[in-house]
């Protein structure tokens, strides 16, 4: 069973920084040729917010901020969000996408259930 699990989200005041992981199972980690980062804002839509593939992709607003990685070996991929603002409050989902270069939802097969970031003021 294909499982992603992130962590590390939680409260912060805004200027702060967290980081996000998202550990893979059930399926070979290489598999997934882009691995991703979205997140939904109460009441919005869910928004692409970065992702990895043979280089780093990023929404612009989060460019210059967050930093998304991998780590193969540990089948994990990050999420470092620094200079967090208010607007970034939302719940941040995991993704896997067997497309190189994937930035489309519908795009990624495999998602994790998603963990709540809240920035205060």
């Known amino acids: 069973q294909v499982q992603l699990v992130e962590s590390g989200g939680g409260l912060v005041q805004a200027g702060g920084s967290l980081r996000l992981s998202c550990v893979a199972s059930?399926?070979?980690?290489?598999?997934?040729?882009?691995m991703g980062w979205f997140r939904r804002a109460p009441g919005m839509e869910r928004e692409f917010v970065a992702a990895?593939?043979?280089?780093?992709m990023y929404a612009d607003s989060v460019k210059g901020r967050f930093t998304i990685s991998r780590d193969n070996a540990k089948k994990t991929v990050y999420l470092q969000m620094n200079n967090l603002k208010p607007e970034d409050t939302a719940v941040y989902y995991c993704?896997?996408?067997?497309?190189?270069?994937?930035?489309?939802?519908?795009?990624?097969?495999?998602w994790g259930q998603g963990t709540q970031v809240t920035v205060s003021s």
């Open positions: 993704a896997g996408s067997g497309v190189l270069g994937a930035l489309r939802s519908n795009q990624y097969d495999s």
């Open positions: 059930g399926r070979t980690f290489s598999s997934y040729y882009t």
């Open positions: 990895i593939g043979v280089s780093p």
